[in-house]
């Protein structure tokens, strides 16, 4: 079971770019690593997914390092509406890694 | 991406009543669906996983007999709080198993027991 690790809380200010990094230091050879975003009082919202390496989509950026012992998920130019709390989860499959929400970053985006 | 609903999204209900909860995956199937709680200013926590055509698998300290899980197709999962009380009053949001490695999530449903 992978545990992740990231920061409480992070602040920014509008038009920056934010990186949020988590630590999965036993990460297993079949996991794979998402990140989900969660307003208040809305359900997880799926933002990226990667196995190694990099991945890009339309919102952000997942950086995974060659030992995939953490990952950033990138940003760019980042707006008020980009508040909220942002979680990691790392697993596959049956494995619970993937089910288990740890406390999440929260995100404070500042005019 | 892939989408789930929920429905209600709002219920308030007297303590002793029971409430269902109905979780759909709407544009693919899912064998798994899993049911999580989460309340006020914490993290989701797993109490659950719905598995279509099968008994569902309850997390430790979770009471199966309160919560009634019924995974009766492959696009709908039911949470049933059986005589809900305050306490469990709470933030439900399920999430469906579109691949190995990904689950997408519903709106949640918002329950206030009086």
């Known amino acids: 079971l992978a545990k992740t690790t990231q920061p409480i809380s992070m602040d920014s200010y509008e038009g920056q770019e934010v990186n949020i990094t988590c630590s999965h230091n036993n990460i297993a050879t079949n996991d794979y690593i998402t990140w989900y975003q969660q307003f208040p009082s809305q359900g997880p919202r799926f933002i990226i997914q990667g196995y190694k390496t990099k991945v890009t989509n339309e919102v952000a950026s997942l950086f995974i390092p060659a030992d995939r012992k953490s990952s950033t998920l990138s940003l760019p130019r980042v707006s008020l509406s980009d508040t909220a709390v942002y979680y990691c989860l790392v697993g596959f499959g049956g494995s619970q890694g993937n089910l288990i929400f740890g406390k999440g970053t929260k995100l404070s985006v500042k005019p | 991406g892939a989408v789930v609903s929920q429905h209600p999204s709002r219920v308030i209900c007297k303590s002793g009543t029971s409430v269902k909860i109905e979780c759909r995956s709407l544009?693919?199937?899912?064998?798994?669906m899993f049911w999580y709680r989460q309340f006020p200013k914490q993290s989701l926590m797993l109490m659950a996983t719905s598995n279509e055509g099968s008994k569902a698998t309850y997390e430790q300290g979770v009471e199966k007999d309160k919560f009634l899980i019924n995974h009766a197709s492959l696009t709908l999962s039911t949470l049933t709080v059986t005589s809900a009380h305050p306490e469990d009053s709470s933030f439900y949001i399920c999430?469906?198993?579109?691949?190995?490695?990904?689950?997408?999530f519903g709106p949640g449903t918002r329950l206030l027991v009086l």
């Open positions: 999430s469906a198993r579109a691949t190995q490695e990904t689950q997408y």
């Open positions: 544009d693919f199937q899912a064998t798994t």
